[in-house]
Nanobody, 123 residues
Framework: VQLQAFGGGLVQAGGFLRLSCAAS????????MGWFRQAPGKEREFVSA????????SYADSVKGRFTISRSNAEKLVYLQLNSLIPEDTAVYYC?????????????????WGQGTLVTVSS
């Protein structure tokens, strides 16, 4: 499975961005998808996950109510809408995937990782 994330950039606090991740190498609907981020000097952390069907979603407490995960199985894309951005959201954002199963698995033990896309939020 190959994952390609894009859509990062520089945005002012209070602004928004939409990240996208394209997947190939396996039927997309058979993959649970996740987003993670790593801020400078910090460990990588879970941000959000969505089941292969798109029915189940989960979010880290730090982004709940501000970020929204979605997917298009027809286009083989997963999205992360980032709203009300704050400087603490500055990080490299990674998409990840795991064969569909319990959603907690992709949130804790992804099998596949994409390269990151940098989000910088200025104050």
């Amino acid at each position: 499975v190959q994952l390609q994330a894009f859509g990062g950039g520089l945005v002012q606090a209070g602004g928004f961005l939409r990240l996208s991740c394209a997947a190939s190498g396996r039927p997309f609907a058979t993959l649970d998808m996740g987003w993670f981020r790593q801020a400078p000097g910090k460990e990588r952390e879970f941000v959000s996950a969505i089941s292969g069907s798109g029915v189940s979603r989960s979010y880290a407490d730090s982004v709940k109510g501000r970020f929204t995960i979605s997917r298009s199985n027809a286009e083989k894309l997963v999205y992360l809408q980032l709203n009300s951005l704050i400087p603490e959201d500055t990080a490299v954002y990674y998409c990840a995937a795991r064969k569909a199963g319990a959603l907690v698995a992709v949130a804790t033990r992804p099998d596949y990782w994409g390269q990151g896309t940098l989000v910088t939020v200025s104050s």
